[in-house]
Each structure stands twice: as C-alpha cells, then as structure tokens.
C-alpha cells in the first residue's frame, strides 16, 4: 500500500468454542500524514435509477440523514474519523485515532473547512475518547444511537467514514455475529484494550475508518467502526468482510462520563478486583493467573482468594494469562456471579465471585 496509510497491524485471537481465528487487526487511525485522492475522467451519465428499488432508496435515505454526522479527524501522526455526539461540538472516536494528542483538525462531511479541536478525555481501556470542536458552527448534526440489545446477525448496514483518507466514504454490509471479544496488542497509537460484545460486519472497514460510524437501516448508529482483520497467511492481505465496532450502549456509557467528568469512573466492565501477573510452569510455559494483591472488601477478596493463588479458569474459560483474564472478564457483567478455579498450595479450589466493575 505505497500510497496510502500504513495499517498499524495488532494480532486478533478469539478463543472459546464458537469461533477460533487467528489474524492480523489493522487499527485505521494511522495514515502517516496524508491522504489519498481519487479522480477520474470521460465520465458519463448515469442512468436514472429504476423506481419502486425500496433498498436503494432507504441506503440513500440513511446515508442523507447520517453522513453529516460523520467527520475526518487528523492529528500530527495520521487521521481517522469521528461522530457528531451533540451540538455542542463533542465527537465520540477511538482512543487509538487521538492517541497521545491533545489538538486536532476536523473536517465536516459537508464542508472543506478546517475546525479545530481539542481533547476531552480518552479511555484506552474501552478504545474510546471524546474531542470538542474549539467554535462549533451552527448547523451541527448529531448522530442518533441506536439500542445494541436490537442488533441482530443479518441486519443490513453500513459504515462511515474517511478510509484511506477518502472523507465521506460508505461501503454496505450485513451484521456477521453480534456478542464478539476482541482483544488489540499494543503497538503505535493501539491501547491494547480488549473490548466485548462487540458487532462484527462485513461492511468494508480500512485504514481511516476507525472512529466511524456503523449504520442501520433506521439512521442510527449501532457501532464505532474499530478494526478491520488482516490474514496473516496471505502476507497480511485484507480478509474480506471482517470487521468490528464497538456497540452503541459502551460508546454512549463512555462518552457520557468523559463529557461531565472527563475521566470514567463506571465503565460497564467486569472486574475481579485483583492485581496479578500472568504465571509460568515449570516449562516456562503460561499456566495461569498469579495473584499478587486483592482489593480490600472487592470481589475476590469477599469470595475467599488471596495473594498466592493461581487462577486457571473463569467460568468455562480456561485463563493461561493477563490477557486470558482480561478476555474472559469483558465477556461478562457487573454483577454476575462467575466460579473462579483456582490453584492454592498445589490443590485445586473454587470460589463463587460476584464480578464489580472496572
């Protein structure tokens, strides 16, 4: 891809028995300072579209209603892209588009005019983060979210944003499975955050398009476009139709908290209350999850572990590591009740732990 950003290209590996997949996620906030251009020449007429196609009519209708919601963001580093959350000039993105920046350049769908901006808060651990623009102009149009619990496999949608650098891009797809945990390494501007029930689509998602929006056919955003998967073994090509965005009901939750407070202090994320490293073998092969410290009166303290013990499952889910752990945990809720197999003096116990949050 000589002309245009560079993917950025953490590993994605989903484990359990409902899917196994081993590639290559390219985060699209990196575009090394510039944008690609496309022209053409000796165009002709189009011709009209036939009447009574309902199905072109509504994407056109969605992508009237929603495209100006959607904007180009850049930074020093690259761009990405953003959505209008209120006419007071929040835009909701990923954390990995601002990365360490603190001002940005924004560009509305419908303007060739540069708005600056500054940062509002980020919060790596979900991959989102709020900017405001500087002097919001009139006219500003908010996206409307969608519900996530309505997010159906075979839902029609369609996603927005500047890929490539291309502003104002829209590719079409269908929901492919709802309910995915995706974990993102750490590299360039990714955070590393390992993100649940998040929606995967086969709507095209490049370099560019992370922070966009992921549409229904209602107008409402049901996603922020977040990562598009490589295959390794075809030396890190595009797999086709593979595609991830962060669900409605987190990016509002988040985006809510940053806007008030500027930090999050209720992430909607369930968490052990522990502090551990991940636990090697005799073989020095990962075999677990050590405990180094318990918050007092938290949940794994209240359900009996201790500094020592070794943690190997969470649920049904085996833990071999931090990132084991982290995983299973963003598959779960706040409040759920979860039995943790753990090792303690070379024998095997378990505990009913009610998760709390992140």
Known sequence: MPAGPR??????LFSGA???LAAALVTGCSSGGSSSSASASGSATAPASPSGNQLQDDYQKVIANVLPSVVQITTASGLGSGIVYDTKGNIVTNAH???SAKTFTVTLANSNKALEATLVGSYPESDLAVIRLDSPPSGLKPAVFGDSGKVEVGQITLAMGSPLGLSSS??????????RTVSEPKGGDSPGATIGNMVQTSAAINPG??????VNLGSQVIGINTLAATDPDMNGSAAPGIGFAIPAATITNIADQLIKDGKVANSGRAALGVTARTYFDADFRPAGVAVVAVTAGGPAASAGLQPGDVITKVGDTTVTSMNGLTTALAALQPGAKVTVTYQRDGATKTAEVTLGSL
């Open 7 to 12: 993917p950025t290209g953490p590993r994605l």
């Open 18 to 20: 409902a899917l196994v």
């Open 97 to 99: 588009v601002v990365g």
């Open 170 to 179: 829209v590719t079409q797809g269908i929901v492919s499975a709802t309910g």
């Open 209 to 214: 398009n992370s922070g966009g929006a992921l």
